[in-house]
């Protein structure tokens, strides 16, 4: 009777069968072969910069729009691109955070421009968020002069924008340093509105004049963090300071000729 008992517990033959394995881990099992590989973080956090300087070109052209047009739910839109920039701060400021001890000393550095870079672009979403609120104030009724210095002002900080994203995913700093020019075009029109607004020479009656210098005021400085953007992808793709980038392209052409001209003789 203990024999038999034994062979009953044991198995036929008093021998131990494998434990045949549960659903729960063939699930994991399979689950574990079949997860995907993780994105990487440098490419990724890279693109998703790439992605905000889309995204804060599209809002500089949604703002021109929206003002050119009077269009208000063109303008209310600028609440939704404004969120959206705040989450892509956030999680490109997390993944840099995290990602930034994993990588060589160049991917580290390119990882902190796309954290410079995505704060200004972050401010720029807020201050063209208070360009649309400003404008809302005002019910639309601004003078025809001031709706197309504004309109030009937002199509300005469009292209600046359009040319930092483009500097910085080809590392082309000539696209850069037209977004440093551009912004003396920023300042020209900013200047216009707050001579008719301020000084006002004519004595003319003016709609809307504070509402409007605070429209002016947002471009013009969403306009200086463009220009802070361009100087960051400068020296991130040259290395060197803005200034010494900026004296490169804009040289003389007598110096250019002798640049030539040394350069053709080291070869010879």
């Given amino acids: 009777m203990v024999i038999y008992a034994n062979k009953r517990q044991n198995g036929l033959g ?5 434990a045949t394995p549960s659903r729960r881990d063939a699930r994991m099992n399979t689950a574990t072969m079949k997860s995907p590989e993780p994105e990487p973080s440098y490419p990724h956090l890279v693109q998703r910069t790439i992605e905000a300087c889309r995204l804060a070109k599209e809002a500089a052209g949604t703002a021109a729009e929206g003002i050119a047009t009077g269009s208000s739910p063109l303008l ?4 939704e691109r404004e969120k959206e920039l705040d989450n892509l701060d956030m999680e490109i400021d997390a993944g840099v955070t995290e990602a930034i001890t994993q990588v060589g000393e ?5 990882l902190l ?3 410079k870079i995505m704060i200004g672009l972050e401010r720029i979403g ?4 208070s360009f649309a609120s400003s404008a809302q104030a005002t019910g639309m009724r601004i003078d025809p002069q001031d709706t197309r210095d504004l309109t030009h002002m937002a199509t300005v900080l469009e292209k600046m924008l359009t040319d930092v994203g483009a500097a910085f995913s080809t590392r082309d700093v000539k696209r850069a340093v037209d977004v440093l020019r551009a912004d003396a075009e920023m300042d020209r029109l900013r200047n216009l509105i707050f001579l008719r607004h301020i000084e006002n020479p004519e004595n003319v009656h003016r709609q809307s004049s ?20 361009a100087e960051e992808v400068c020296h991130f793709v040259s290395g060197h300071t803005v200034r010494h980038v900026l004296m490169t ?18 070869k010879h």
């Fill in 14 to 18: 008093g021998v131990r069968k494998p």
């Fill in 76 to 79: 209310n839109s600028l609440r």
């Fill in 106 to 110: 160049v991917e580290a550095r390119e």
């Fill in 113 to 115: 421009a796309c954290m």
């Fill in 126 to 129: 807020d201050l063209l968020l």
């Fill in 210 to 229: 504070l509402q409007v210098i605070f429209m002016t005021q947002s471009l013009e400085r969403a306009g200086d963090h463009a220009k802070n953007l």
């Fill in 249 to 266: 392209y804009d040289k003389p052409i007598e110096q250019m000729f002798l640049d030539w001209l040394r350069h053709r003789d080291d």
